[in-house]
């Protein structure tokens, strides 16, 4: 990872300074598909010269390799030029000197055959040993072979494979990261709606048991004051009656501390558990991401 995002950091700085670094009228470009090339006009290198160009700026020779970024590239050009330029691109034989129309021609930046071409009518022709593909100035952006060292066309620039593969593969692990932290997140809110109600419930119960303590409290008191009015013809002394009453309150008392305690044990054991549940589910989110980011 950390040699991709360096690359990446080297690569973003040579093209913020590279208009400064470019001779010429090379100068950048965006195609409809948001691909930016530097386009150099001026018919003064041949095709050694101009892969060195792109690469002296962490760039490399367009390799146009599917229908739809050749619509794209060649609308732009349409549009900065208005007819077609001699330009070279990315593309060679591997230096095949058969006079074969059909052979093949490989990328510069992977080395794999191309499964698209947008040849010009009897091209490539392989006349007097031509390996390199140019974009044809005669041929309405159509492509035609010409010998790599003493043809002299312009250029197109792209950013590197790997610096295009690096940023891809960034986007990719900042997304899914993105991804994870989102889940984490709902998760969070999730755990803290659940201690909330375990709260409000334990609450609720709590305030209901008070409630029935005192409503049973106020009625043995009750009992015992209409208990006086009959105090004399009672055999058992006044003592003994309050002795009686005060039990019976200091039972219920106890029965119900005992609810209140057990309720909320329960409550912070529920609580306790939800905190476990969540920092669980953040471990595994820790690990994920650390996956994701030594792949």
């Not at 229908?67 to 034989?93: C, M, P, Q, Y």
Request: with cysteine; glycine share 6%; charged share 25%.
């Amino acid at each position: 990872m950390h040699s991709c995002t360096a690359t990446l950091e080297i690569r973003l700085l040579a093209l913020v300074g590279l208009l400064h670094l470019v001779s010429g009228t090379a100068n950048w470009h965006t195609a409809s598909d948001g691909r930016q090339y530097l386009i150099e006009e001026a018919a003064k290198y041949n095709w050694h010269q101009a892969m060195n160009q792109c690469s002296r700026q962490g760039l490399q020779l367009v390799v146009i390799d599917n229908e739809s970024k050749n619509e794209a590239l060649t609308t732009l050009l349409r549009a900065v030029f208005g007819t077609s330029r001699d330009l070279w691109i990315g593309h060679h034989d591997e230096f095949n000197t058969k006079k074969d129309k059909l052979r093949n021609w490989y990328s510069m930046s992977t080395g794999e055959a191309l499964p698209f071409n947008y040849w010009h009518s009897g091209e490539p022709n392989n006349h007097w040993g031509e390996h390199c593909a140019q974009i044809y100035g005669r041929a309405n952006f159509h492509w035609n072979d010409a010998d790599c060292s003493s043809k002299y066309f312009g250029y197109i620039c792209e950013e590197h494979l790997r610096t295009t593969q690096c940023r891809a593969n960034l986007e990719f692990k900042r997304n899914a990261t993105n991804e994870r932290n989102t889940q984490v997140s709902l998760d969070f809110g999730r755990t803290q709606s659940n201690v909330q109600q375990i709260m409000k419930n334990t609450r609720n119960y709590t305030d209901k048991l008070m409630v029935e303590w005192k409503i049973a409290s106020a009625n043995i008191l009750e009992n015992f004051r209409n208990l006086q009015t009959i105090i004399a013809d009672v055999g058992k002394t006044i003592n003994d009656i309050y002795l009686k009453t005060n039990d019976d309150i200091l039972k219920l008392a106890e029965s119900t501390r005992l609810h209140v305690e057990n309720t909320q044990e329960k409550g912070e054991q529920l609580i306790n558990d939800q905190h476990a549940e969540f920092g669980e589910k953040l471990e595994k989110l820790y690990e994920n991401v650390d996956g994701i980011f030594e792949e």
